[in-house]
T-cell receptor
Framework: SAVISQKPSRDICQRGTSLTIQCQVD?????MFWYRQQPGQSLTLIAT?????????ESGFVIDKFPISRPNLTFSTLTVSNMSPEDSSIYLC??????????FGSGTRLTVV | TQLLEQSPQFLSIQEGENLTVYCNSS?????LQWYRQEPGEGPVLLVT?????EVKKLKRLTFQFGDARKDSSLHITAAQPGDTGLYLC???????????????FGQGTILTVHP
C-alpha cells in the first residue's frame, strides 16, 4: 500500500497568518483527498485534488481559504489561509489504496492562537 | 449528501467484554470501510465490505455489511486494552463495487478498554 509523508506534524500559528501542509506519496496516484478532523471526532472532506486540474471543494470550503496545489502525481499541498482560532484542527491527506480502502497521512495538528 | 450515523459515540468497557459498534444510513454505498485511529496518527484501514450480507473476520473483530448495503456493524469479542482507539466507519460512493471517489465518515466511536 502507498506510504504518505505529511508535514509538518504540528504547528502553532498566529491568527491572520497562513500555513502550508505538504503530502508526499511514494507512488503515483490520480486523486488525493484533504480532510479536517477535530480531535476525537470524525473526518470532514475539504476537497479532492486531481493532478492537472483545479481541486473540487466540498460544501462549506472555498478555494480562497484552502488553496490546494497538485503539481504532480505524488505531491500535494493544502494551505490554510488567514487563520483564526476556529481553524485549529487536525488536517489529513489521503489517497486510494487499491480498489477499496484509503491510506491516510499521520496528520497535521494545527493550533491557531 | 449521504450521511452515516455511527453509534455509540463513546464506549468504556472492561477487558474481556464484548462490544458492537453500528453504522446506519438511508443511502446505499458501494462499499463500507472500517478504520481505527490512534492519537497522533491517521486512520488505518481495518476492513472493506462490498457485498450485501457480507461478513468478514479479522481475529477477534467481526464486520458485517447489511443486505441492502446501507448499514454495517463491528463486533469485538473479548476486548483487550490494545483495542482502545477511535473507530470510524466510512461509506464509499461509486458504482459496481469500486470505490472511485470520496468517503463519507460516521461520527466515530471512542473505545476505551480498561485492564
Amino acid at each position: 500500500s502507498a506510504v504518505i509523508s505529511q508535514k509538518p506534524s504540528r504547528d502553532i500559528c498566529q491568527r491572520g497568518t497562513s500555513l502550508t501542509i505538504q503530502c508526499q506519496v511514494d507512488s503515483q496516484v490520480t486523486m488525493m483527498f484533504w480532510y479536517r478532523q477535530q480531535p476525537g471526532q470524525s473526518l470532514t472532506l475539504i476537497a479532492t485534488a486531481n493532478q492537472g486540474s483545479e481541486a473540487t471543494y466540498e460544501s462549506g470550503f472555498v478555494i480562497d481559504k484552502f488553496p490546494i496545489s497538485r503539481p504532480n502525481l505524488t505531491f500535494s499541498t493544502l494551505t490554510v489561509s488567514n487563520m483564526s482560532p476556529e481553524d485549529s484542527s487536525i488536517y489529513l491527506c489521503s489517497v486510494r489504496q487499491g480498489n477499496y480502502g484509503y491510506t491516510f497521512g499521520s496528520g497535521t495538528r494545527l493550533t491557531v492562537v | 449528501t449521504q450521511l452515516l450515523e455511527q453509534s455509540p459515540q463513546f464506549l468504556s468497557i472492561q477487558e474481556g467484554e464484548n462490544l458492537t459498534v453500528y453504522c446506519n444510513s438511508s443511502s446505499v454505498f458501494s462499499s463500507l470501510q472500517w478504520y481505527r485511529q490512534e492519537p497522533g496518527e491517521g486512520p488505518v484501514l481495518l476492513v472493506t465490505v462490498v457485498t450485501g450480507g457480507e461478513v468478514k473476520k479479522l481475529k477477534r473483530l467481526t464486520f458485517q455489511f447489511g443486505d441492502a448495503r446501507k448499514d454495517s456493524s463491528l463486533h469485538i469479542t473479548a476486548a483487550q486494552p490494545g483495542d482502545t482507539g477511535l473507530y470510524l466507519c466510512a461509506g464509499a460512493e461509486g458504482a459496481g463495487g469500486t470505490s472511485y471517489g470520496k468517503l463519507t465518515f460516521g461520527q466515530g466511536t471512542i473505545l476505551t478498554v480498561h485492564p
